[in-house]
C-alpha cells in the first residue's frame, strides 16, 4: 500500500509545534513497531509507512521527558494536523485510535465528524485492523460495526454525534474529529472539557483547509499560529500544516505542482502521481 518517502525532508509540514528537544520521547515508539505488523496483516504484506506518517505520529504523541514533573504525560492535550485530501487522514486516524485503546487500561475514545458514515471511516478501519490480528483482537471481547469496540481492560471506542450537547461532560481519554471545517466550536469545547479530568489525554482534529465560513478551524489555525510561534502558555497544543504559498491556481504546471505538494505530503514524497493530481487540478471547474 504505502512506500516509504525517499526525501523525508519534502515531506515536513509548513507550519508546526516544535517538540521539546531533538531526542524527544514519543509513546509512537512502542506503537510504530505494532502498527508495522498489524497494518500487515489487515491490509497489505507490503505495508509500509512514509516517513512523514511515521515522524507526524511520534510527534502528535510527544511526551514529557524523565525527569520532568509531568514524565511520560502526553503533551500535548489539544492536536490539529491540516493537510489536503488523499494522503491517508484514516490510516493517521485508526492508528491513533488503536493507539488510544492500547495505552492504558480503561482508556475511552470517541470517534466524531460531521456525519456519523464520516466517523465510521476510521472507526471500522481500527475494527479491521484489530480482528485481522489474532494477537490484537484477543486482547477485545467485542467489535460490532455500531456498538463499539469493547477491550477486555474495559476500554472502549465508540462513534458519538457530533453535537456539543452529546459531548458534554463526556470524560474522554482521546477524541478522534475528523473534518473540522465542517463542525461547530462547541463540540471542541465540550470535548476538551470532557477530557480535563484525565491526567494524560488528547483532543486530535485532523482535517482539510476550510473557509471563512469554519469558524472552529479559523480560531484553531489561530491558537496553532502562536503555538508554532513558541507561546509558552501553548506549550501543550500541537499543531501540524501543510498548506500551500498562496490561495491561488498558478498558470504554470511547475509551480502548481509545487503549491501541491507543499499543502499534500503523500505528493511530495511520490506516493502520489504527480502528472495524475495535475491533470485532475487543470480539470476542476472555477470557484
Not at 471481547?141 to 463526556?170: H, N, V
Amino acid at each position: 500500500m504505502n512506500s516509504p518517502s525517499s526525501s523525508n525532508a519534502n515531506c515536513t509540514a509548513t507550519n508546526y509545534t516544535k517538540p521539546l528537544s531533538e531526542d524527544f520521547t514519543s509513546e509512537a515508539d512502542w506503537l510504530l513497531p505494532i502498527v508495522k505488523v498489524a497494518w500487515k496483516t489487515a491490509d497489505d504484506p507490503d505495508f509500509m509507512l512514509d516517513e512523514w506518517q511515521e515522524d507526524l505520529i511520534r510527534r502528535v504523541l510527544e511526551t514529557y521527558p524523565p525527569g520532568h514533573d509531568r514524565a511520560g504525560e502526553l503533551r500535548f492535550r489539544q492536536c490539529v494536523v491540516s493537510m489536503g485530501r488523499q494522503n491517508g487522514k484514516s490510516v493517521l486516524g485508526a492508528i491513533l485510535g488503536l493507539h488510544g485503546l492500547l495505552r492504558a487500561q480503561g482508556q475511552l475514545v470517541v470517534g466524531i465528524a460531521s456525519s456519523a458514515d464520516q466517523a465510521r471511516i476510521v472507526y471500522e478501519r481500527t475494527m479491521h485492523v484489530i480482528r485481522s490480528n489474532p494477537s490484537l483482537s484477543k486482547l477485545f471481547t467485542k467489535l460490532t460495526d455500531t456498538r463499539g469496540i469493547r477491550a477486555k481492560d474495559g476500554g472502549k471506542y465508540e462513534i458519538k454525534a457530533s453535537t456539543g450537547a452529546a459531548l458534554q461532560g463526556l470524560p474522554v481519554n482521546m477524541a478522534l474529529i475528523d473534518e473540522l471545517h465542517l463542525l461547530d466550536s462547541s463540540l471542541w469545547t465540550s470535548l476538551v472539557n470532557g477530557a480535563a479530568s484525565k491526567k494524560s489525554s488528547l483532543v486530535l482534529g485532523i482535517t482539510t483547509a476550510g473557509d471563512e465560513n469554519s469558524l472552529l478551524l479559523k480560531d484553531l489555525y489561530e491558537t496553532g499560529a502562536k503555538a508554532v510561534a513558541g507561546d509558552k502558555s501553548l506549550e501543550r497544543f500541537g499543531f501540524f500544516e501543510w498548506c500551500a504559498p498562496e490561495a491561488r491556481v498558478p498558470d504554470n504546471d511547475e509551480e502548481l505542482l509545487e503549491y501541491l505538494k507543499q499543502a499534500n505530503p503523500a505528493l511530495a514524497c511520490s506516493r502520489i502521481d504527480a502528472e495524475n493530481v495535475l491533470s485532475d487540478v487543470r480539470a476542476m471547474p472555477a470557484v
